[in-house]
T-cell receptor, first 111, second 112 residues
Framework: DAGITQSPRHKVTETGTPVTLRCHQT?????MYWYRQDPGHGLRLIHYSYGVKDTDKGEVSDGYSVSRSKTEDFLLTLESATSSQTSVYFC??????????FGPGTRLTVT | DQQVKQNSPSLSVQEGRISILNCDYT??????FLWYKKYPAEGPTFLISISSIKDKNEDGRFTVFLNKSAKHLSLHIVPSQPGDSAVYFC???????????FGSGTRLLVRP
C-alpha cells in the first residue's frame, strides 16, 4: 500500500471557522490531489498539485485553498467552513498522473 | 454534466456467479480508464485499468472491457466472492492530463 496518511481522521467544526486538513505521503510521488465524496456524486476533485508550489483547481474548488511547500505534504484549507462542506475528504497521490492511490479519508462535519 | 456515468446505483449477485458493473462515458478524449473499489470507512483502492488502445485487460478474477464505439466500459468479476461486496467507481483520464473524472459508483452486494 502507498504510504499516505491524512489528519485529522474526524473533525467537527462550527460554521464560519477555518479548517485545515493535512495529507502526508512517504512515496515521493509528484502528483497530489484532494477529493470530496458525497452521496450520488462519487469523487469530485477539489484541487491538485503537480509539484512543490504548483497547484491548480479542480471541479469544486470554490471555498477551498491548498498549499504544497514540500513534496510530502499537501494541505487543504477551508477558509470559512459552511454546512455544504460537510463531507468525506480524500487525498490521493500519483507518480504518473493517472493511477492514483488514496488515503484513508477525513470525515468533516460542519455544524 | 456527468462525463462518466454509472447508471446502476446497486447490484446484487450470488456468490460464485459473475458480477458485471457498467460505466458509460461521453468524452472521446479519455485515454485511460480505471476501476476502484471502496469499502466503508476506507479510501478507494485501485483495482484494474485499461488504455484506450486496448479492448480488454485481465487480472485474476477481474476483467475490464472497453467498447470505444459505444463509449462503454465494464468490469467483470468471476467468480464473485462475499469479500467483493463494496462500492465500485469507474474513472477516466482526459488525454495527457493529470486528472481523473469519477463516476458516482455502484454498490455491489455478493450474497453467500
Amino acid at each position: 500500500d502507498a504510504g499516505i496518511t491524512q489528519s485529522p481522521r474526524h473533525k467537527v467544526t462550527e460554521t464560519g471557522t477555518p479548517v485545515t486538513l493535512r495529507c502526508h505521503q512517504t512515496e515521493n510521488h509528484r502528483y497530489m490531489y484532494w477529493y470530496r465524496q458525497d452521496p450520488g456524486h462519487g469523487l469530485r476533485l477539489i484541487h491538485y498539485s503537480y509539484g512543490v508550489k504548483d497547484t491548480d483547481k479542480g471541479e469544486v474548488s470554490d471555498g477551498y485553498s491548498v498549499s504544497r511547500s514540500k513534496t510530502e505534504d499537501f494541505l487543504l484549507t477551508l477558509e470559512s467552513a459552511t454546512s455544504s462542506q460537510t463531507s468525506v475528504y480524500f487525498c490521493a497521490i500519483s507518480e504518473l498522473g493517472y493511477e492514483q492511490y488514496f488515503g484513508p479519508g477525513t470525515r468533516l462535519t460542519v455544524t | 454534466d456527468q462525463q462518466v456515468k454509472q447508471n446502476s446505483p446497486s447490484l446484487s449477485v450470488q456468490e460464485g456467479r459473475i458480477s458485471i458493473l457498467n460505466c458509460d462515458y461521453t468524452n472521446s478524449m479519455f485515454d485511460y480508464f480505471l476501476w476502484y473499489k471502496k469499502y466503508p470507512a476506507e479510501g478507494p483502492t485501485f483495482l484494474i485499468s485499461i488504455s484506450s488502445i486496448k479492448d480488454k485487460n485481465e487480472d485474476g478474477r477481474f476483467t475490464v472491457f472497453l467498447n470505444k464505439s459505444a463509449k462503454h466500459l465494464s468490469l467483470h468479476i468471476v467468480p464473485s466472492q462475499p469479500g467483493d461486496s463494496a462500492v465500485y467507481f469507474c474513472a477516466a483520464r482526459v488525454d495527457s492530463s493529470y486528472k481523473l473524472i469519477f463516476g458516482s459508483g455502484t454498490r455491489l452486494l455478493v450474497r453467500p
